[in-house]
């Protein structure tokens, strides 16, 4: 079942085309990788679905709903979270609270009451709402095993750290379908196998994943479905193995038929 | 000596109320602005005109004062919250002078013998000193636990999370536009409230009080207590109004001129941005009260059954 569909997307900066009429599908529970060299269109495609970018053309269909040109903040309450490829977190703000901002829109709302009465309700709740929302808060943090640090600088983690906090934020608030750009960027082995791990609790969790991701390795390993971008083109889709055995992939991305990928 | 303490701490109190304005704006959204004494100007205006034309009593004009300079707040964060830093800065200095200019064509010598404030047939008179300073700062009191309120609470984080990153607040569901509008209004309906008290206080009001220098000295109280943090921006009020009274208070106005405040309030301002960027008490800590009670957090099991904690 398609989760997450777009249509003829296409996105012109200027002269560039950076995605050209992708139809790009994303199954339902399944980790699904968007792979491509530098420069083919991948952050712009992720930004395009998660509202950061409005497309030039095309629509974007989620759970049959079109979220075409919704702003981001719409987009991600209607159930889709994302991290960054340089890691956006609230530095001067704690570990926890990075985590309850991620909160935001899940706590203080009344569906019997109006916009103005839930600001209202929340405001003067604020006490025990924050008790709630911390204690939320501190389930995800021991989720990613970050609860020791809970009350420590966002911006003073370590590397790893920190992509995990982000993907704690994102996840705070329930989405059915999670955006990682790059999460193993710039981690060392030993981080990137507990990355790995990770991403496939999330799933266990019932959340669909997409990714972005350079390192083979992971790919290949984790993703169910693989997409491959070239220049803005979608120009594979399918299961690890057919994308290594794909002609089309292995001359844009991988290289020469004879050569290694890792 | 007495009498310029008690004028110290009642000024301190009305540009204490300011301070937690600026603080909404700059503090907890981050947006740097330097208007602050336009709003002032609004509130001192709505509180004149209110009570000397209209023969209003003072305690309404205040709800109107607030809603007149939140209005205006509105009306000039619309266009201009879109803008950035310094970008936003220019452009909030501008339309503070524009209001002020918009005062001096009202009415260049502006209002003089406004009506007192009275309460159960007290009033409140420059005379009556101590009694002027309980009134206003049981209402610094009153904004400043309502301000900590809301600085704890789902909206304050949201604002924190604006200012601390637009982009990554969006991607959490923020209504970025939303709560930086919400915060300039607010910051702008505090302002007002201010300036019905300076209007109170002196029963003048002059478009002279109203400069450029007023929205310096009101940003410069809120880095130097701390940005975001509610009690250091009226530790910051009490500090730089005294630094504004020192001349006078030792009797040194001969030899100190009075611009000489202008270079003092620069110098703080580069001071605290190499040395202590956090200012004097740094950003307000929350505690949750739990966070030694970790044998209270249930496990991983909660979350599957929907149970909140």
């Known amino acids: ?262 | 000596m007495l009498n310029f303490f008690q004028l110290i701490i009642i000024y301190a109190g009305i540009y204490a109320l300011m301070a937690i304005g600026q603080n909404c704006i700059t503090g907890y959204t981050g947006m740097l602005s330097l208007c602050h004494a336009g709003f002032f100007c609004i509130g001192s205006y709505v509180t004149a005109i209110l009570c000397k034309t209209f023969g209003l009593s003072f305690w309404l004009t205040i709800p109107v004062a607030a809603i007149a300079a939140g209005f205006v707040g509105f009306l000039i964060g619309v266009p201009t919250l879109r803008l950035k830093g310094d970008y936003l800065c220019i452009a909030t200095l501008g339309l503070g002078e524009i209001i002020r200019n918009i005062a001096t064509n009202l009415n260049p010598v502006g209002y003089q013998a406004i009506p007192r404030a009275s309460l159960f047939g007290y009033e409140f008179s420059a005379r009556g000193k101590w009694q002027f300073i309980a009134l206003v700062w049981v209402f610094v009191l009153v904004f400043y636990f309502l301000f900590q309120r809301l600085a704890h609470s789902r909206i304050g984080r949201a604002l924190n999370a604006v200012r601390e990153d637009e982009i990554a607040a969006q991607s959490n569901g923020i209504n970025v536009t939303k709560y930086k509008i919400g915060s300039f209004t607010l910051g702008a309906a505090v302002g007002g409230v201010a300036g019905c008290f300076m209007a109170a206080y002196t029963a003048t009001v002059n478009p002279g009080t109203f400069t450029f220098m007023v929205s310096v000295m009101v940003l410069c109280m809120v880095v130097l207590g701390g940005m975001g943090n509610g009690k250091g921006v009226i530790l910051g009020a009490f500090i730089i109004q005294f630094i504004s009274y020192f001349p006078q208070l030792f009797g040194l106005s001969s030899i100190i001129p009075a611009q000489a405040q202008q270079i003092i309030y620069g110098l703080i301002l580069v001071v605290m941005m190499i040395w202590r960027p956090q200012g004097l008490l740094g950003r307000d800590k929350f505690r949750y009260g739990i966070e030694k009670r970790r044998l209270a957090i249930p496990h991983k099991g909660a979350r599957k059954e929907g149970g909140r904690a």
Request: proline share 4%; aromatic share 8%; glycine share 8%.
């Open chain 1, 1 to 262: 079942m398609r989760i997450l569909e777009t249509e003829h997307l296409s996105r012109i900066f200027g002269g560039v085309v950076a995605v050209n009429d992708v139809n790009f599908q994303v199954e339902k529970g399944l980790v699904n990788g968007l792979i491509g060299p530098n420069g083919a269109g991948k952050t712009t495609l992720f930004n395009q679905i998660t509202g950061m970018d409005k497309p030039t053309k095309g629509r974007i269909i989620f759970n049959d709903q079109d979220i075409t040109g919704l702003p981001a903040w719409k987009i991600s309450r209607l159930g889709i979270a994302r991290t960054f490829q340089n890691i956006r977190l609230y530095k001067d703000l704690t570990v926890v609270e990075n985590v309850m901002t991620g909160l935001h829109f899940t706590v203080g709302r009344d569906p019997f009451k109006g916009r103005f009465a839930q600001a209202f309700k929340s405001y003067f709740t604020a006490g025990s709402e924050n008790k709630d929302v911390y204690l939320q808060a501190m389930e995800w943090l021991e989720f990613f095993s970050l609860e020791d640090s809970a009350q420590e600088l966002a911006g003073s983690l370590p590397y790893g750290k920190q992509r995990e906090l982000e993907i704690a934020r994102a996840l705070a608030a329930k989405p059915s379908l999670l955006f990682l750009d790059e999460p193993a960027a710039g981690m060392n082995p030993a981080e990137t196998e507990h990355l790995m791990d990770t991403v496939n609790r999330i799933r266990d969790l019932g959340v669909t994943i997409v990714l972005i991701e350079h390192d083979m390795k992971l790919v290949m390993n984790i993703c169910d479905q693989i997409t491959v971008l070239s220049f803005g083109q979608k120009i594979a889709q399918g299961t690890p193995e057919e994308i290594k055995n794909d002609s089309t992939v292995i001359e844009a991305y991988l290289g020469a038929p004879d050569e290694e990928e890792e």
